[in-house]
């Protein structure tokens, strides 16, 4: 069964310093999400992407977030400036349809640690 | 604004039933159900669309009822692969692009 595949699993970065998390959506897929769940808490919704562009953001995606799909297949979240309270597992998502009515494909996550 | 749900955590025994709850104070297009066992990614039940709807799938069906706002998710037999954390997401009437608002979540403990 096809799926969504996230790399690294595990990022450590020191406070200050830029990281890029990678994933690859289903490739059928044509909706793509970022979402984000500190330790032991809620999954929380970051970003929505469709037809090469930001669809809707949450107020947690600030102007430290960008997101990109830089070829047809990757689809990317960058986090600049990494504070202490961006430590937290980013799962990346794909939907054939918008998620309203279609399930969401979860990626195994990126555990992001920030020192 | 988030769903509510309850309870937090339910500790059964193998074969016993549970039933989670999932309430939100704004009107519902659609209620998402996924499970998420320790340490991996939260994998997909059901979606519900319409008022009164009811799904199973399995020894786990759900219902909607979309003039209370809320949605119900039923576990019959429990099974030990049951256990593990049960989130509701929601998405406000108006459809648009409109990301998943998750609850808490429901721990589920199935004890042998």
């Known amino acids: 069964e096809p799926e969504v595949t996230q790399t690294p699993s595990h990022q450590v970065t020191q406070m200050g310093q830029e990281v890029i998390l990678r994933c690859v959506p289903i490739s059928n897929h044509l909706y793509f999400y970022w979402y984000r769940q500190i330790l032991g808490q809620k999954v929380e919704f970051l970003v929505s992407?469709?037809?090469?562009?930001?669809?809707?953001k949450s107020e947690i995606f600030d102007d430290q977030f960008s997101v990109e799909r830089p070829d047809g297949s990757n689809f990317t979240l960058k986090i600049r400036s990494t504070k202490l309270e961006d430590s937290a597992m980013y799962f990346c998502?794909?939907?054939?349809?918008?998620?309203?009515?279609?399930?969401?494909?979860f990626g195994n996550g990126t555990r992001l640690t920030v020192t | 604004q988030q769903p509510v749900q309850s309870p937090q955590a339910v500790i059964l025994r193998e074969g016993e039933d549970a039933v989670i709850n999932c309430s939100s104070s704004?009107?519902?297009?659609?209620v998402h159900w996924y499970r998420q066992k320790h340490g991996e990614a939260p994998v997909f039940l059901m979606i519900l669309l319409k008022g009164g709807e009811q799904k199973g799938h399995d020894k786990i069906s759900a219902s909607f009822n979309e003039k209370k706002q809320q949605s119900s998710l039923y576990l019959t037999a429990s099974q030990l692969s049951y256990s593990g954390t049960y989130f509701c997401g929601t998405e406000n009437s108006g459809g648009g692009a409109d990301g998943l608002t998750f609850g808490k979540g429901t721990h589920l403990i199935i004890q042998p």
């Open positions: 998502a794909s939907s054939e349809r918008r998620q309203g009515n279609s399930p969401l494909h």
């Open positions: 992407f469709y037809n090469n562009e930001i669809s809707e």
């Open positions: 704004k009107a519902l297009y659609s």
